[in-house]
């Protein structure tokens, strides 16, 4: 029998609804998918055909926006020479550190707040009043403890990536049913039964949504922080660029940037859903 999809459409027969097929109606779905996937490129490969245009016909002067070809020279110069591995091994062992350490502070503290009314009525408050302060605020403060340092860094990141965690956590550990809880309850399940087999199970989807946009906070943090206070890494090309007035260089770095924190952030996406999908209840 044949695989293909059969589309069908009530006819009217001796007073009875019956299904028939319905070839105008057959939607061409292997088209369709291609469509939506190349749908979301549509806007960015019409602002690269502009941009090419626009240093082609000189619209724009080549010293305050280079065309598209003499930033990929200068980013593939800086690729076969080992500088640009140089920074970008720098700048992800750094968003590494303060990533797994602000997340995992946030996942304690979310916790915490989750699994407790008197911590949270202790804790929320003043931390929803330190969430108002950005990163670079806190950045004098922090460098008149630690210095000019790695430390100096992770610290910043890591405090980028805690607050979202520790909020989603808090959110995803509230959100479990009620109904749920007292189902426990009645089969006499102690609170580490409860909190492992019923509220964590509900809570690992808005988890995973707090760590990937504590990635993003911290992705966004570390390019901040190696702008100011830092001699190698991605950041730092930047600046170096912007010093020697090479916005080749400027523009090749912000393309690695951008490239290396879409291509994290679609593989937490990737896990995102999968989290979503093995949620109890999910199937149904």
Not at 247 to 276: N, P, Q, T
């Amino acid at each position: 029998m044949s695989a293909e999809r059969v589309v069908t459409a009530p006819v009217q027969v001796a007073g009875l609804d019956i299904e028939q097929p319905d070839a105008t109606r057959a939607a061409p779905l292997p088209w369709r998918r291609i469509g939506d996937a190349l749908l979301p490129w549509l806007l960015p490969f019409a602002l690269l055909a502009l941009w090419a245009t626009g240093a082609a016909q000189g619209w724009i002067s080549q010293q305050v926006l280079p065309s598209p070809h003499f930033v990929w020279e200068t980013l593939r110069d800086l690729a076969s020479g080992g500088e640009l591995q140089l920074h970008v091994s720098a700048s992800l062992a750094r968003v590494l550190v303060g990533f797994a350490a602000g997340s995992a502070l946030g996942l304690l503290l979310g916790s915490a707040m989750g699994l407790s009314k008197r911590v949270e009525a202790y804790v929320l408050p003043s931390f929803n009043a330190l969430v108002q302060i950005p990163v670079l605020a806190w950045l004098p403060f922090v460098l008149l403890i630690v210095g000019i340092g790695e430390p100096l860094k992770y610290i910043l990141i890591a405090k980028a990536a805690l607050v979202p965690v520790a909020l989603n956590t808090l959110q995803g550990f509230r959100q479990t049913p009620l109904a749920l809880r007292e189902v426990g309850q009645v089969y006499g399940y102690t609170r580490r039964q409860q909190v492992l087999e019923i509220v964590l199970p509900h809570a690992v989807p808005t988890l995973f949504t707090g760590l990937r946009l504590g990635f993003t906070k911290a992705w966004l943090s570390l390019v901040v922080v190696e702008l100011v206070a830092s001699s190698e890494g991605l950041g730092y090309l930047i600046v170096y660029g912007r010093q020697l007035f090479q916005l080749d260089l400027v523009m090749a770095a912000v393309v690695v940037v951008g490239a290396i924190g879409y291509a994290i952030d679609r593989l937490l996406d990737a896990l995102e859903s999968f989290a979503h999908r093995r949620r109890p209840g999910a199937a149904r």
